[in-house]
T-cell receptor, first 113, second 116 residues
């Protein structure tokens, strides 16, 4: 199906473990983004990518790593998960850099215990 | 970091009532977006505003780009139960366009509950 899909939808992991959240889009959008959503903070940008092999930091990048070897995929890795990274993570994509806004996935709810 | 003050934080209204919410900031924005988020889903774009003073409608929704470029307003007329959800504003700062990427700051959301 066309669209932007995130997996898994729910994940529980232990402190210190590495975990990867997947994001896949079928529109061939150049731009992709990762946000986290927390109560009282709204949505905050973690990383973004303007094209394959081009990534850049957002507002809250510490503790996260991204890669973009293919246009359609933009995985987010927590190298050593901490409880403060418990959050809902949203991937988004856009055509033209986001001038017309972004299209969001359904999110991954991550709990770090 | 930059902040967008969105109010009210939550509201309960009766079906059929009109709803108003707003976003304010001390910074000037180039673009304002309004999103709606249903439970368990990602935000969905409702309205985009690109010019100061612009008034744009999408069905029962009307949004305005403030004249000062520091605020935006969203109105929902004749609310219905499916309007329930969280409404987010997002502003694109004038200086935040890097390598063609438009980065947005999101408000903390207005949670709307409609009583039938």
């Amino acid at each position: 199906d066309a669209g932007i899909t995130q997996s898994p939808r729910y994940k529980i992991t232990e402190t210190g473990r590495q975990v990867t959240l997947m994001c896949h889009q079928t529109w061939s959008h150049s731009y992709m983004f990762w946000y986290r959503q927390d109560l009282g903070h709204g949505l905050r940008l973690i990383y973004y990518s303007a094209a394959a092999d081009i990534t850049d930091k957002g507002e809250v990048p510490d503790g996260y790593v991204v890669s973009r070897s293919k246009t359609e995929n933009f995985p987010l890795t927590l190298e050593s998960a901490t409880r403060s990274q418990t959050s809902v993570y949203f991937c988004a994509s856009s055509e033209g850099g986001g001038f017309y806004g972004y299209t969001f996935g359904s999110g991954t709810r991550l709990t770090v215990v | 970091g930059q902040q967008l003050n969105q109010s009210p934080q939550s509201m309960f209204i009766q079906e059929g009532e009109d709803v108003s919410m707003n976003c304010t900031s001390s910074s000037i924005f180039n673009t304002w977006l309004w999103y709606k988020q249903d439970p368990g889903e990602g935000p969905v774009l409702l309205i985009a505003l690109y010019k100061a003073g612009e008034l744009t409608s999408n069905g029962r929704l009307t949004a305005q780009f403030g004249i000062t470029r520091k605020d935006s307003f969203l109105n929902i007329s004749a609310s219905i139960p499916s309007d329930v959800g969280i409404y987010f504003c997002a502003g694109q700062l004038y200086e935040s366009t890097t390598s063609g990427t438009y980065k947005y700051i999101f408000g903390t959301g207005t949670r709307l509950k409609v009583l039938a």
